[in-house]
T-cell receptor
Framework: NAGVTQTPKFRVLKTGQSMTLLCAQDMNHEYMYWYRQDPGMGLRLIHYSVGEGTTAKGEVPDGYNVSRLKKQNFLLGLESAAPSQTSVYFC?????????????FGPGTRLTVT | AQSVSQHNHHVILSEAASLELGCNYSYGGTVNLFWYVQYPGQHLQLLLKYFSGDPLVKGIKGFEAEFIKSKFSFNLRKPSVQWSDTAEYFCAVDTGGFKTIFGAGTRLFVKA
């Protein structure tokens, strides 16, 4: 099992450029999440998904869009990147079975917007 | 608004010292509580969790945490830290409805 993987690991964008971050999980988890981690602020939820074809806003959704076309994949898009979106982005997944609230995290994507 | 407070942002200890990291949350209902750890260059991984039952929970690598409902606290402890415990530690509270709130994190540095 690879667990949760994220692509790419690092990216530098210029203001106004767009990009998509890919998250994939091979644990057949129903729920998936995108967080951003900023110094001194912990992790903040951007968007989440409770199943294929469904998404919902988290705490800081502005400037981001997401899609969950397949159960195993959760994409995070930045349509017009801004310097305020410089951050480390983590994807996570969790299962409806067992320890429902325990989340499994990916390795993160470090994004710099100049 | 619901929140999670971690009292110390940076902690420096010598090896073999005891560790206690504070975590308080603001929510009056039922909660599920977690401590996650992020070792340098790695992703977050679960250290321990509390859902119900015995308020003293034991996790991996000798860590334990105690849930004190009356104090809205879930402090993390370890009797004797090692250099390999150098990491950032996050307290997290789940109040249901996909709302897991993370604290700001505590960076622990253990001197060899």
């Amino acid at each position: 099992n690879a667990g949760v993987t994220q692509t790419p690991k690092f990216r530098v964008l210029k203001t106004g450029q767009s990009m998509t971050l890919l998250c994939a999980q091979d644990m057949n988890h129903e729920y998936m999440y995108w967080y951003r981690q900023d110094p001194g602020m912990g992790l903040r939820l951007i968007h989440y998904s409770v199943g294929e074809g469904t998404t919902a806003k988290g705490e800081v959704p502005d400037g981001y869009n997401v899609s969950r076309l397949k159960k195993q994949n959760f994409l995070l898009g930045l349509e017009s990147a801004a310097p305020s979106q410089t951050s480390v982005y983590f994807c996570a997944s969790s299962s409806i079975q067992g320890s429902f609230y325990e989340q499994y995290f990916g390795p993160g994507t470090r994004l710099t917007v100049t | 608004a619901q929140s999670v407070s971690q009292h110390n942002h940076h902690v420096i200890l010598s090896e073999a010292a005891s560790l206690e990291l504070g975590c308080n949350y603001s929510y009056g209902g039922t909660v599920n509580l977690f401590w996650y750890v992020q070792y340098p260059g790695q992703h977050l991984q679960l250290l321990l969790k509390y859902f119900s039952g015995d308020p003293l929970v034991k996790g991996i690598k000798g860590f334990e945490a105690e849930f004190i409902k009356s104090k809205f606290s879930f402090n993390l402890r370890k009797p004797s830290v090692q250099w390999s415990d150098t990491a950032e530690y996050f307290c997290a509270v789940d109040t249901g409805g996909f709302k897991t709130i993370f604290g700001a994190g505590t960076r622990l540095f253990v001197k060899a």
